[in-house]
C-alpha cells in the first residue's frame, strides 16, 4: 500500500452543484496529478501539480480546477456538475528525480452526479 | 496527442497457463510505458515498468517487451494464477511531462482455477 490518501471516498451530488476533492500525496513527493475514471474505461488525465503551479492539462473544460498546497497536499475542485461527471476521480503522486516518471495512486474518490 | 490501444479487452485463461496483454502507442516521443492492476474497487497499482532504452524487462512471474519501432508493448504473465485476475492497464508517457500518462482502455483478466 501507497501513502496516498484521498477523501472523501464516496461523493453523492446534484446536477449543477460544486464539489472538492482532496489528495494527501505520498511523504516526499511534490508532483501530483488527477485522473477521471469513467466505469469500464482507463483513467483520463486532468491535469498535475508541481510544486503549487499547474504543470500541463488534459482535455477537461475550466471547470475543472486545482490547488496544490506548500505541504504537496491538492484539491480538485469542480463547478456545475454534469451527470457525465460521475466517475472515480484518482490522485497519483510522483516521488521526482529518478523516479519521476512513477506515479503512486491514491484509493480514489466515487463521484456520482444525479 | 498520445493515443493508447489496448487489447483484449477481455481474457480468460486457465490457471497456469500464459497471458499476453498487448498495447500500441502513437507518439513516438513516449518513453516509460509502465503497466497497471487494478482490482475490482481498489486503487491502480504499478506491476512493472519499461523504459525506451530497454527492450525487456522481467520481474518473477511478469515481464514487459517493448518494440520502439513498431511503437507497441506486451504484458506477459507466466504461470498464471487466480489471485491474478483483474484489470490491467498500460500507459504512455513523455518523461518530461511526468505524470501526464496516456492510458489504455484497459484489460479484464479472468484466471479460472
Known amino acids: 500500500e501507497t501513502g496516498v490518501t484521498q477523501s472523501p471516498t464516496h461523493l453523492i451530488k446534484t446536477r449543477g452543484q460544486q464539489v472538492t476533492l482532496r489528495c494527501s500525496s505520498q511523504?516526499?513527493?511534490?508532483?501530483v496529478s488527477w485522473y477521471q475514471q469513467a466505469l469500464g474505461q482507463g483513467p483520463q488525465f486532468i491535469f498535475q501539480y508541481y510544486r503549487e503551479e499547474e504543470n500541463g492539462r488534459g482535455n477537461f473544460p475550466p471547470r475543472f480546477s486545482g490547488l496544490q498546497f506548500p505541504n504537496y497536499s491538492s484539491e480538485l475542485n469542480v463547478n456545475a456538475l454534469e451527470l457525465d461527471d460521475s466517475a472515480l476521480y484518482l490522485c497519483?503522486?510522483?516521488?521526482?528525480?529518478?523516479?519521476?516518471?512513477?506515479?503512486?495512486f491514491g484509493p480514489g474518490t466515487r463521484l456520482t452526479v444525479l | 496527442g498520445e493515443n493508447v490501444e489496448q487489447h483484449p479487452s477481455t481474457l480468460s485463461v486457465q490457471e497456469g497457463d500464459s497471458a499476453v496483454i498487448k498495447c500500441t502507442y502513437s507518439?513516438?516521443?513516449?518513453?516509460?510505458f509502465p503497466w497497471y492492476k487494478q482490482e475490482l474497487g481498489k486503487r491502480p497499482q504499478l506491476i512493472i515498468d519499461i523504459r525506451s532504452n530497454v527492450g525487456e524487462k522481467k520481474d518473477q512471474r511478469i515481464a514487459v517487451t517493448l518494440n520502439k519501432t513498431a511503437k507497441h508493448f506486451s504484458l506477459h504473465i507466466t504461470e498464471t494464477q487466480p489471485e491474478d485476475s483483474a484489470v490491467y492497464f498500460c500507459?504512455?508517457?513523455?518523461?518530461?511531462?511526468?505524470?501526464?500518462?496516456?492510458f489504455g482502455d484497459g484489460t479484464t483478466l479472468t484466471v479460472k482455477p
Open positions: 511523504s516526499g513527493h511534490n508532483t
Open positions: 497519483a503522486s510522483n516521488p521526482g528525480g529518478r523516479s519521476r516518471d512513477t506515479q503512486y
Open positions: 507518439d513516438s516521443a513516449s518513453n516509460y
Open positions: 500507459a504512455a508517457i513523455f518523461n518530461t511531462n511526468a505524470g501526464k500518462s496516456t
